[in-house]
């Protein structure tokens, strides 16, 4: 299994960005995903789910409104729009999905917000 994520970087408040995650090694199709972050000094949060399908997401009360989780089971990819970011955003993202019982997990992206 190896989830792949890439897209973070620096963005002004306000800004845009788009995470993407690439898996490979299991039948993406029939897992549900999600995207978590940790920020420095802090424990790694829940951002969002996704189910296998697509058809339900959920996220955390803190990006309600403005992130976006999405999958394209063709392209094995869940994706992560983040509209207006703010500085407390800043965190290193991961994608995560439990397969076939183990915890599998991306190396991560870091987005900053600054200005």
């Known amino acids: 299994v190896q989830l792949v994520e890439s897209g973070g970087g620096l963005v002004q408040p306000g800004g845009s960005l788009r995470l993407s995650c690439a898996a490979s090694g299991f039948t993406f199709s029939s897992y549900g995903m999600s995207w978590y972050r940790q920020a420095p000094g802090k424990e790694r949060e829940l951002v969002a789910v996704?189910?296998?399908?697509?058809?339900?997401?959920n996220y955390a009360d803190s990006v309600k409104g403005r992130f976006t989780i999405s999958r394209d089971n063709a392209k094995n990819t869940v994706y992560l729009q983040m509209n207006s970011l703010k500085p407390e955003d800043t965190a290193v993202y991961y994608c995560?999905?439990?397969?076939?019982?183990?915890?599998?997990w991306g190396q991560g992206t870091q987005v900053t917000v600054s200005s």
């Open positions: 995560y999905a439990k397969i076939r019982r183990v915890d599998c």
């Open positions: 996704i189910t296998s399908a697509g058809g339900i997401t």
